[in-house]
T-cell receptor, first 112, second 114 residues
Framework: LAKTTQPISMDSYEGQEVNITCSHNNIATNDYITWYQQFPSQGPRFIIQGYKTKVTNEVASLFIPADRKSSTLSLPRVSLSDTAVYYCLVGAAMNRDDKIIFGKGTRLHILP | DTAVSQTPKYLVTQMGNDKSIKCEQNLGHDTMYWYKQDSKKFLKIMFSYNNKELIINETVPNRFSPKSPDKAHLNLHINSLELGDSAVYFC?????????????FGPGTRLTVL
């Protein structure tokens, strides 16, 4: 499983666009990139998943450059309720030796 | 209509005791997981079952024993509890194997060992 590196924490203000970048230099050909969100005292929740280029859903966008060695989760017009920990997960189930590693995540704090 | 449920939500017990945490999912998923999240918020996978078959068993003390009576249930039994076992334990499920497939997490069980 590709090791991931994310900023430990980020602060932003309501209404701003927030971009959280995850580095995964040794990503494998068949690896997917998945982001989860975790609020305090809750289990993680799936946000978005991608393989290459750009993926967008009603919650976020995921930008993946051609070399796939990094990815950026983009949250448009954040609100206070977006304060949470965001985890970047990289891997593929077919790589049976891989471990599912959530890492330390990025603690996003939205200020009023 | 809880998708993934765990019981109990809180568990406080003494060192040396044996305890179980139950997990049930009503999503029709074929894969279930147990994760441990410690005080530093690291979320680490412990076990994974696919169609009642153990497919992931991370470096976890053999005091921890998962049991899957059917595809909808994955229980975690812990023998001889230690202080270091204090953590939040999350159950999750997915249709197909993670990380490719979206995992749905339960609300967690906060275990405190005194």
């Amino acid at each position: 499983l590709a090791k991931t590196t994310q900023p430990i924490s980020m602060d932003s203000y309501e209404g701003q666009e927030v971009n959280i970048t995850c580095s995964h230099n040794n990503i494998a050909t068949n690896d997917y990139i998945t982001w989860y969100q975790q609020f305090p005292s809750q289990g993680p929740r799936f946000i978005i998943q991608g393989y290459k280029t750009k993926v967008t859903n009603e919650v976020a966008s995921l930008f993946i450059p051609a070399d796939r060695k990094s990815s950026t989760l983009s949250l448009p017009r954040v609100s206070l309720s977006d304060t949470a920990v965001y985890y970047c997960l990289v891997g593929a189930a077919m790589n049976r030796d891989d471990k599912i590693i959530f890492g330390k995540g990025t603690r996003l704090h939205i200020l009023p | 209509d809880t998708a993934v449920s765990q019981t109990p939500k809180y568990l406080v017990t003494q060192m040396g005791n044996d305890k179980s945490i139950k997990c049930e999912q009503n999503l029709g998923h074929d894969t279930m997981y147990w994760y441990k999240q410690d005080s530093k918020k690291f979320l680490k996978i412990m076990f994974s079952y696919n169609n009642k078959e153990l497919i992931i068993n991370e470096t976890v003390p053999n005091r921890f024993s998962p049991k899957s009576p059917d595809k909808a249930h994955l229980n975690l039994h812990i023998n001889s509890l230690e202080l270091g076992d204090s953590a939040v334990y999350f159950c999750a499920s997915s249709f197909g194997l993670a990380p490719d497939n979206e995992q749905f997490f339960g609300p967690g069980t906060r275990l405190t060992v005194l």
